[in-house]
């Protein structure tokens, strides 16, 4: 029901780079993280995620600390979507998929996610459609069509908590629209966290942090 950071620092070593965060997001709240490069966003998400353990400070969820939990099962629940998308050799239902028997439930939230990432029709009007090999790391695929491949793989997870760390920069305009209102309909029903520099993917979320320099400097 509730993400909870008090007091939260984080280091490389003996750089310092998060500082004092306190902030709490509620489950299905979408919120949004903005600040220069370098202000320590990322390292923010990473530390939610629980890819990173903090320094100093409490980690909570529902008041148990990160530490408590049972790592493989909360990164079930998560999807994380970034600049970078790793295509494997392999077709595009296996890559969105991660190799999930194709059955008539699976097929159902294959195309569900590559609806929701823009990718549809290009599947759709291939003559393989869902069996479409990608080639060694995507070299059939254009580099806005291998994002939104990472996009589907992560929506057909179905995920509680969605991570977005400039998940559309590499895209047009067009294209990041369509994914935009994807994302939209998902806004309420899941946990949304985004990282971005362009104010049509934060404009919508339910609260802004701004940061620099490893600290929350504003927020609303």
Known sequence: KEVNLKNLYFSYGDKKILHNINLSILKNQTVAFVGESGS?????????????????????FDGVIMENLNIKSYHSKIGYITQESNIFNDTIFNNVTFWRHKNKENLLRFNNAIKNS?????????????????????????????????????????????????????????????????????????????ISHRLSTIKTADKIFFMSKGKIIAEG
Not at 46 to 60: A, C, E, F, Q
Not at 134 to 160: C, D, T, Y
């Open 40 to 60: 320590g966003k990322t390292t923010l998400v990473n530390l939610i995620s629980g890819l990173l353990k903090p320094t100093m400070g409490k980690l909570t």
């Open 118 to 194: 823009a990718i549809f029709e290009f599947v759709k009007q291939n003559n393989k459609k869902e069996d479409l090999m990608l080639g060694s790391n995507g070299i059939n695929l254009s580099g806005g069509q291998k994002q939104r491949v990472s996009i589907s793989r992560e929506l057909f997870k179905n995920p509680e908590i969605l991570f977005m760390d400039e998940a559309t920069a590499s895209l047009d305009s067009e294209t990041e629209n369509l994914i935009q209102n994807s994302i939209d309909k998902l806004k309420g029903k899941i946990t949304i966290i985004i």
